[in-house]
């Protein structure tokens, strides 16, 4: 009993020593860009670089494997790439790539961090506020959308690819993010002036509701809503139906995890 209970008290002090040094470790190195506690989210647009709680939620996220985890937070700390990152392109684009730590921390080390915050990040309270901006900002999209078949039918495929576009797994040559590109220019030129028009037409809808004229007139207006939105959907359709024509087989199996997200 007592061997026991010895060798729990040994493991306890190992664990506690571990976790001292993981954070001692974490703290020297990567505090200096990286917030190590929760955000909040209105502090999350001035940060210089992402919170170490988003991310490990993004590494979480791309990599399931906990090995594979440790592998790429060590080689990523020490060899930084754009096409290597699991988080969103437009957020390297905002954040750029981190410097290099090679020769500043040891493999040791790094595989000391790399247990360390795998184990502590992402905390629930910060996953909960991920999934709750995430839903407000479908929400936002939603009321905003021009088409009959809105996002949550419908992937917005040129978002999607924009956030995977220089990243290696992807492989995008650069023949697709040209024809890519001159799809997501059309559509989002057509889509815009289709979406101007929605919107005054339904201010002159909710005139005439709050003046109380004439029904014919508001039939009218709303007939012509609903004609423009469904020609919003069709451009929608046929933006989903080319740019799936310019992605292989294996690059549309990599997005589609990203469709519901």
């Known amino acids: 009993m007592k061997i026991i209970t010895s060798t729990l008290l040994t493991i306890a002090l190992a664990n506690t020593l571990f976790a001292s040094n993981g954070a001692a470790l974490l703290k020297k190195n990567c505090a200096t860009c990286h917030m190590l506690e929760t955000p909040s989210p209105d502090i999350i647009p001035t940060l210089k670089a992402p919170a170490m709680e988003a991310v490990v939620f993004h590494i979480k996220l791309?990599?399931?494997?906990?090995?594979?985890?440790?592998?790429?937070?060590?080689?990523?700390?020490?060899?930084?790439?754009?096409?290597?990152?699991v988080c969103e392109s437009n957020k390297v684009e905002k954040f750029g790539v981190m410097p290099s730590l090679k020769g500043k921390i040891s493999d040791k080390e790094l595989h000391t961090v790399a247990t360390y915050i795998l184990e502590k990040y992402p905390s629930d309270e910060f996953v909960s506020m991920i999934k709750e901006i995430q839903t407000n900002d479908k929400m936002r999209a939603l009321v905003n959308s021009p088409f009959l078949i809105n996002q949550e039918g419908l992937p917005h495929i040129t978002k999607i690819l924009l956030q995977n576009w220089d990243k290696a797994s992807l492989g995008l040559s650069d023949e697709q993010k040209n024809k890519l590109l001159v799809v997501r220019k059309k559509t989002l030129s057509a889509v815009k002036k289709i979406k101007q028009e929605v919107a005054?037409?339904?201010?002159?809808?909710?005139?005439?509701?709050?003046?109380?004229?004439?029904?014919?007139?508001?039939?009218?207006?709303?007939?012509?809503?609903?004609?423009?939105?469904?020609?919003?959907?069709k451009i929608h359709i046929n933006c989903i139906s080319e740019s799936v024509s310019i992605l292989s087989d294996e690059q549309l199996e990599h997005l589609l995890p990203f469709w519901g997200s």
């Open 200 to 233: 005054a037409l339904e201010e002159e809808i909710i005139e005439i509701v709050v003046d109380a004229e004439e029904s014919k007139t508001l039939d009218e207006k709303i007939e012509k809503v609903a004609k423009l939105k469904a020609q919003a959907t």
């Open 62 to 85: 791309a990599i399931k494997d906990k090995v594979a985890m440790k592998d790429f937070i060590i080689d990523y700390v020490k060899n930084p790439q754009a096409s290597k990152s």
